[in-house]
DNA sequence: CGCGCCACTTGACGGTTATCAAGGTGGCTA
DNA sequence: TAGCCACCTTGATAACCGTCAAGTGGCGCG
């Protein structure tokens, strides 16, 4: 709920666009009385694929991974969680066991509120309900899509269009003006995340960076020319 | 809300496994004069992409398809809705335009709810909000699972998961004792439901007459080895 | 400094699948 | 009955992509 450890709720920068915006100035006194706000470094995690769900987990800065094992036991990552974004509540929601694991990918602060609370706050609160719904309404029609264009687009297509969601939260101008992305997640990642071999994604990238399109060094993207970028997610 | 035209909620045989079921008898006695139950011709829409949303429907029987236009403006088969299901729920709770096309794929009796009553009723029984969200999460969740599947599985393998999936819910014994469906859609209507093409179902079908799974004629299948098929599902 | 480890890249190959094209079948109307 | 049309099948071909394998480069550690 806030950006620094055992700040308040009230101070968050995240609070509007969080679930937590349907309370009242009561009810958050009293999220902010029981939360359990903590910082983690890059590659702990928050709770595994198959614990228990004790609570759920609001993002207050940072980045999420929500990774699950596929049917060989290799984690693969299925979604990115950021600031004011609250993980595990599906679990929470449906009373079940985590279907995945949780893991820190940038440095996070990430706060807990632990069942019981949520339970409260929801019997109190409707509106908190229906934040929860939106959430979830959210998520069917992400997974949705992305369902659809994995069956539609080609791998460089989800590639350059996976890069325009990145961007969005990671994208900067740097002092030439030029728009730059510091990936937050490996190849492997991306490779996971868009349904495709490692090898293929990094085919792609050469690629794209044959096309002129944009520049990779590492993790650094040097985007070289965006509108025909955007040009190649329209014709589909 | 019920099997004939006019019926009483109270006697639907879906009742207990739709949304409603969170509704007590007054709330009930407000749905049932409110709704209007309607009988359907395969072929015809219940509402159109882009459409307003100005209420949901509740299939009481028959077969809904949900339709979504791809970028070439083909009519793509996206999922199936069967008794007791809620169509158009989304769009209602998002307050948005419909999504997708609603298509009648067997003769159906639908239920009509306008958008204040399901309000109303929202506002008086938070427990109707729960359901909704449940069914949210289960959309979700199977979204998360078919877009796992399709890159994961082949084509043939996702044919044999449809086929189960349609069991559970068309599968009958004919007169010499064999598992049969009269398949309720095309194969240009399964190969969109499994992302891909029509020659590929119809190749993968051939396949599976083939190996001595199944008989295919027309729509009608006749399950050869049942135990064969399921095991080909579980290797993953 | 050398070593190993890991992520990434690149190449070669093969399998799966889409695409294009050419029949075939059944249902419908005239 | 003929003719048409939508749906389905079958064949040939090529694109896409996964897999296996070898090589590269960065980075920490002894």
Redesign the pocket.
């Known amino acids: 709920m806030t950006g620094e450890l055992g700040g308040s709720c009230f101070g968050c920068q995240v609070r509007h666009t969080s679930e937590w915006c349907a309370l009242n100035d009561a009810e958050l006194t009293l999220l902010n009385n029981v939360k359990v706000p903590k910082s983690y470094e890059a590659g702990t995690t928050l709770f595994h694929q198959g614990d228990d769900c004790d609570g759920i987990y609001c993002v207050s800065s940072g980045l999420i991974g929500i990774r699950r094992l596929d049917a060989d036991g290799n984690s693969t990552l299925v979604r990115l969680c950021g600031p004011g974004e609250t993980v595990g509540y599906r679990s929470f929601l449906k009373k079940s066991g985590h279907r995945s694991t949780a893991e820190i990918m940038l440095p996070s602060v990430v706060c807990f509120v632990r069942r019981a609370t949520v339970r409260t706050l929801l019997e109190q609160n409707p509106n908190l309900g229906l934040r929860f719904l939106d959430h979830t309404l959210k998520d069917a029609e992400e997974f949705e899509d992305r369902h659809f264009e994995s069956v539609t687009l ?3 297509a989800r590639l350059l269009s996976l890069l325009m969601v990145l961007y969005e939260r990671f994208g900067y101008l740097n002092e030439n003006g030029e728009s730059m992305i510091d990936l937050p997640i ?3 990642d991306i490779a996971a995340l868009i ?12 690629a794209v960076q044959d096309e002129g399109l944009a520049q ?1 060094k590492g993790r650094e993207v040097r985007f070289r020319n965006l509108d025909a970028l955007i040009e190649q997610l329209r014709p589909a």
């Open positions: 080609t791998v460089k490996s190849r492997q349904g495709a071999s490692p090898e293929t994604i990094s085919r792609s990238i050469s990779f």
